[in-house]
């Protein structure tokens, strides 16, 4: 199993910045792509950006150009920089892990956006 650790997290003004980290720990080589999803209240859960094992990224299109994920293997984290916020972001942010046969979720992380 592997288990995941999200951090960076918080208020921010519209335009502005935050940088969320995940750090995985257990059965990492096992792990063939890392994202972050978020939720807002009342709404479903989503992708927001994910990374492979191999670099390849994908991005929600609301998030394109905003948003930057980044694995560093040596640390077993991964990043999503996050600019020019607006509101619509406000959610709770999630890691996820994918391997073959399982799936791991982290505790979760609230950002909100908000003058």
């Known amino acids: 199993q592997v288990q995941l650790v999200e951090s960076g997290g918080g208020l921010v003004q519209p335009g502005g910045s935050l940088r969320l980290s995940c750090a995985a720990s257990?059965?990492?080589?096992?792990?063939?792509?890392m994202g972050w999803y978020r939720q807002a209240s009342g709404k479903e859960r989503e992708l927001v950006a994910s990374?492979?094992?191999?670099?390849?990224?994908n991005y929600a299109n609301s998030v394109k150009g905003r948003f930057t994920i980044s694995r560093d293997n040596a640390k077993n984290t991964v990043y999503l920089q996050m600019n020019s916020l607006k509101p619509e972001d406000t959610a709770v942010y999630y890691c996820?892990?994918?391997?073959?046969?399982?799936?791991?979720w982290g505790q979760g992380t609230q950002v909100t956006v908000s003058s």
């Open positions: 996820h892990a994918r391997g073959t046969t399982w799936s791991s």
């Open positions: 257990g059965r990492i080589f096992a792990i063939i792509t």
């Open positions: 990374v492979a094992s191999v670099g390849t990224t």
